[in-house]
């Protein structure tokens, strides 16, 4: 089981920026972040495979994933924040991109956007 642990949340400004960053125990080699605002079903943000990021419609152009294998961390540089971005995010680590369920995950960190 891999260990993660996120951090950076915080409250910002709509236009703001914020940096989340995950600690990992062991590299798989899918990793990604997630959100989950209320009453909101779990989107997948963004992932990396293999040096390759995918990200959601909802933040392409303004997140970027990246992972530093020899620290053993995976960021998500979020810019141009907006409400909407308001959300608990989640780190998560798994052996390919669509096994979820079968991950590894943090216990989240919590991002408030005002406007």
């Known amino acids: 089981q891999v260990q993660l642990v996120e951090s950076g949340g915080g409250s910002v400004q709509a236009g703001g920026a914020l940096r989340l960053s995950c600690t990992y125990s062991?590299?798989?080699?899918?990793m990604a972040w997630f959100r989950q605002a209320l009453g909101k079903e779990r989107e997948r943000v963004a992932h990396?495979?293999?040096?390759?990021?995918s990200y959601a419609d909802s933040v392409k152009g303004r997140f970027t994933i990246s992972r530093d294998n020899a620290q053993k961390i995976l960021y998500l540089q979020m810019n141009s924040l907006k409400p909407e971005d308001s959300a608990m995010y989640y780190c998560?680590?798994?052996?390919?991109?669509?096994?979820?369920?079968?991950?590894?995950w943090g216990q989240g960190t919590q991002v408030t956007v005002s406007s």
């Open positions: 998560a680590a798994a052996r390919n991109c669509d096994s979820w369920s079968s991950g590894s």
């Open positions: 062991l590299s798989m080699v899918c």
């Open positions: 990396i495979i293999l040096g390759r990021p």
